[in-house]
Nanobody, 124 residues
Framework: VQLQASGGGPVQAGDSLRLSCTAS????????VGWFRQAPGRDRDFVAG????????SYADFVKGRFTISRDASNDTVYLQLNSLKPEDTAVYYC??????????????????WGQGTLVTVSS
């Protein structure tokens, strides 16, 4: 499975942005897909996750109500809509996917596939 992420860029505080992650290959083996982020000098954190069936979502507390994860099953693309962006949202955002069973909340050590990061920079 390959993951191709896109959509990052520089924005102002309060702006919106949509990240995309297109999965290719044996996507039928996936159980969940989601996003992590890593700010400079910090660990990589879970942001949002979605079961591959689309039946369940999970969000980190720091993005609840602002970010929305969704999936277009017709082209195996997962989106992360980022609204009301804050400077502290500045980070490299990584698309990720898991084969094993579990909830929509993804844990880094359980993640099987990673996309390349896409940088989101929010200025005040």
């Amino acid at each position: 499975v390959q993951l191709q992420a896109s959509g990052g860029g520089p924005v102002q505080a309060g702006d919106s942005l949509r990240l995309s992650c297109t999965a290719s290959g044996r996507t039928f083996i996936l159980n969940a897909v989601g996003w992590f982020r890593q700010a400079p000098g910090r660990d990589r954190d879970f942001v949002a996750g979605l079961t591959w069936s689309g039946s369940s979502t999970s969000y980190a507390d720091f993005v609840k109500g602002r970010f929305t994860i969704s999936r277009d099953a017709s082209n195996d693309t997962v989106y992360l809509q980022l609204n009301s962006l804050k400077p502290e949202d500045t980070a490299v955002y990584y698309c990720a996917a898991r084969r094993g069973r579990g909830t929509a909340e993804m844990l880094e050590y359980e993640t099987d596939y990673w996309g390349q990061g896409t940088l989101v920079t929010v200025s005040s």
